[in-house]
């Protein structure tokens, strides 16, 4: 399975600021004509959230909990998404993970839009 494996997660104080990116130089979703990319987290005895994406690349969707506070964002020269996650508080904390797949006909913030997830990262925000 194809994995990509986000970076920049740690620990921050509630109204803080972390910074997540991934790289998916390895992959070449973004040269189809229509794929997704995504930000999805899972914390504790919950189900996997999908938090932030991109559908091919001009259309972005974040889920409700994070709108104004957490920005998706792609540099196709250097073939890195970002999450920039801004007044961050407890219920943030979470595993974070980053997916890409071509698309299937599905909400890319839907976790049934993708195969394979990595490892993740953690974030941690305490009050």
């Known amino acids: 399975h194809l994995q990509i494996l986000p970076s920049g997660g740690g620990s921050a104080q509630a109204g803080g600021s972390l910074t997540l990116s991934c790289d998916y130089s390895?992959?070449?979703?973004?040269?189809?004509?229509?794929?997704?990319m995504a930000w999805f987290r899972q914390a504790p005895g919950k189900e996997r959230e999908g938090v932030a994406a991109?559908?091919?690349?001009?259309?972005?969707q974040y889920t409700e909990s994070v709108k104004g506070r957490f920005t998706i964002s792609q540099d196709n020269g250097t073939s890195t998404l970002y999450l920039q996650m801004n007044m961050l508080n407890p219920e943030d904390t979470a595993m974070y993970y980053c997916a890409a797949n071509r698309f299937l006909g599905i909400s890319c913030l839907s976790p049934m839009a993708y195969k394979s997830w990595g490892q993740g990262t953690q974030v941690t925000v305490s009050s």
């Open positions: 991109f559908d091919s690349g001009d259309r972005t």
């Open positions: 390895e992959y070449i979703y973004s040269r189809l004509s229509r794929y997704c």
